[in-house]
């Protein structure tokens, strides 16, 4: 079991920038590829980003690349998405989750194990 908590959310206006955190406890958190994922009011979950287990590869959406960085520390056992140049379209609810490293990163909600309850961005216009 690994369980994932974030942290960083909140209100921004559009243009700024904010950091997410999700730390994990449980299993060793440098075994697990990291995923963040959002959900907006009435929409379905979509990806955003995600971190291999080593950290040395990632992969991003394309309505968020070049604005947004994921990145690991493994001795914080933390995970981490940095947030610039937002826009009133990124408010949504961000997630965190977790699935035993792999050769691929995988950017399907449905393969991820863990989750957390998430964090709420709001970016005004």
């Known amino acids: 079991q690994v369980q994932l908590v974030e942290s960083g959310g909140g209100l921004v206006q559009a243009g700024g920038s904010l950091r997410l955190s999700c730390a994990a406890s449980?299993?060793?958190?440098?075994?697990?590829?990291m995923g963040w994922f959002r959900q907006a009011p009435g929409k379905e979950r979509e990806f955003v980003a995600a971190i291999s287990w080593r950290g040395g590869r990632t992969i991003y959406a394309d309505s968020v690349k070049g604005r947004f960085t994921i990145s690991r520390d493994n001795a914080k056992n933390t995970v981490y998405l940095q947030l610039n140049s937002l826009k009133p379209e990124d408010t949504a609810v961000y997630s965190c989750a977790a699935r035993p490293g792999s050769n691929t990163i995988r950017s399907q909600g449905t393969e991820y194990f863990y989750w957390g309850q998430g964090t709420q961005v709001t970016v005004s216009s």
């Open positions: 449980g299993r060793p958190f440098s075994s697990y590829d």
